[in-house]
């Protein structure tokens, strides 16, 4: 018996093969291609990735719609020129708010005994001339010994203002004392550090001082610290002459109104110091 399949065509031999198993799926002419039906695994990374940016462009317009429609500003993408003014504008309200700070804390009612002393002195230098007595006037006991007021000028300033705005006045002038004296702090800071570090010690110098922002010499001290920092930092920065000329009529203008003028002349002889070593 001979085998059938020796002296069939092949059209014969599929067709058979098809009888015998009906189960199997053979590819028609008219089906599909895989790779028509399914386009995406045709496409190269650049088409998609042109894709997932529309789509991304899609869903910000859908944003800054719904935003319009709340009343929002629109979204912007995180940009390094948007980080950057963030955090300029961040430092500026950080800065202003240790200032504000400081005049909240100079807006107390002033009553304290020497800040009256110094008003009542400053009143009779404006009766008798101006010109600091050579005696204490204002003691029982000791009014035959010599008398030095080195701060004489700052008791004429003080009783001025108390003439003109009374008690009221004397609150002002703190505040405006400090809030010049920390509206130089906080713009004392070195290129290399952050801005921010000026103004959280700049907080931590006014917590720390508060005991002492009273309407007396003190304060001028202070203030006068303060400027000596600030020529000194703009000659180191700006290599500025006139900054270092500016600290004689300081010195000049603050020894008359403290005697701790000293303390102004020992950061000037420590600074020298340090940038001779």
């Known amino acids: 018996m001979r085998c059938p399949f020796l002296f069939s065509s092949p059209f014969q031999i599929l067709s058979i093969y098809v009888n015998d198993h009906p189960d199997k799926d053979l590819p028609d002419e008219n089906s599909p291609d895989p790779s028509e039906s399914n386009p995406e ?5 650049e088409d998609a990735a042109g894709d997932q940016a529309g789509t991304d462009q899609s869903e910000a317009a859908l944003v800054n719609q719904s935003a319009e429609e709340e009343g929002l500003p629109e979204w912007e993408p995180l940009t390094p020129e948007l980080v950057e003014d963030e955090a300029i504008r961040g430092d500026f309200m950080l800065r202003w708010a240790a200032i504000l700070l400081a005049c909240l804390f100079a807006a107390t009612y002033i009553s304290d005994t020497e800040t009256l002393v110094h008003v009542k002195t400053g009143q009779y230098l404006a009766s008798h001339g101006f010109w600091p007595p050579a005696n204490d006037v204002f003691s ?3 009014n035959d010994r010599p008398w030095y007021n080195n701060a004489w000028l700052f008791d004429l ?3 001025g203002v108390y003439g003109v705005l009374g008690d009221t006045g004397l609150t ?3 505040i405006l004392l400090l809030g010049i004296t920390f509206y130089v702090i906080v713009h004392l800071c070195q290129r290399e550090i952050s801005t921010w ?3 959280i010690l700049a907080v931590l110098a006014l917590i720390a001082c508060f005991p002492q922002l009273n309407v007396t010499p003190e304060i001028i001290t202070i203030l006068g610290v303060v400027l000596t920092m600030s020529c000194l930092h703009q ?8 900054a270092l000329w500016l600290l004689v009529p300081l010195f000049l203008v603050w020894a008359n109104l403290d005697p701790r003028v000293f303390l102004g002349i020992a950061l000037l002889g ?3 110091l340090g940038e001779t070593v």
């Open 41 to 45: 695994a045709n496409r190269s990374p």
């Open 140 to 142: 029982y006991t000791a």
């Open 157 to 159: 300033t003080l009783s």
């Open 172 to 174: 002002l002038f703190k």
């Open 197 to 199: 570090w000026g103004s």
């Open 235 to 242: 000659w180191q920065e700006k290599n500025s002459a006139r």
């Open 270 to 272: 420590l600074f020298a």
